[in-house]
């Protein structure tokens, strides 16, 4: 990954995505791509082709994303209370489906069950210091969207460091997964 002002690269084994120009979104953003392609083969990371692919690559990368800012957020910089970590994200991908995102090729729950059906939880977690220590970057220093960033690593990398959010996110991502199934609960109840 190649990420600048005025342009970045994101590239997993043959496949890559140029983007000419400058972005809004951090550094850590296109990180929460890669980490995507390297904990799941079937999540789509690549934001480019039709309309539903790169709709289903941006969602995958924010909930990856969300997911660790919000811990590295609650645990880290205290901004807010740990519990709030997943009534906060399933808020945010709500919007992102229904608000930000338009037209999404599926429902919110519909999006949230795919990622978390095809997420591979202990890759995602033995990866997130990459995220982590980005994060933490970011978070030094004020200019950070000026600045050249790079980062490159194998999806079966075992980075150190950062190990109380490791745990921290196994168990956030079960209490997502638990979020989610009662979500389709009341969905099949009611039906």
């Not at 690549?46 to 957020?73: C, M, S």
């Amino acid at each position: 990954m190649l990420w600048n002002p005025v342009g970045q690269l994101m590239a997993v084994g043959d496949s890559a995505f140029i983007h000419e120009g400058p972005i809004n979104t951090a550094p850590s953003h296109d990180l929460a791509h890669l980490l995507v392609a390297a904990s799941s083969p079937k999540l789509a990371w690549k934001p480019a082709g039709l309309q539903a692919q790169i709709a289903y690559a941006e969602y995958n990368a924010v909930v990856f994303e969300h997911t660790l800012d919000r811990i590295y957020r609650a645990y880290v910089d205290k901004q807010f209370a740990p519990e709030t970590i997943v009534r906060g994200l399933v808020s945010h991908l709500d919007w992102f489906v229904t608000k930000h995102f338009l037209p999404f090729p599926c429902t919110p729950r519909e999006a949230l069950r795919q990622y978390l059906s095809n997420l591979l939880d202990d890759s995602a977690v033995r990866l997130s210091p990459y995220f982590f220590q980005m994060k933490y970057g970011e978070r030094l220093d004020p200019d950070y969207m000026k600045a050249t960033w790079t980062a490159r690593f194998r999806d079966s990398d075992s980075p150190i460091g950062w190990h109380d959010l490791q745990v921290i996110m196994r168990t956030q991502l079960g209490l997502l997964r638990a979020s989610e199934a009662s979500m389709s609960s009341v969905v099949s109840s009611s039906s």
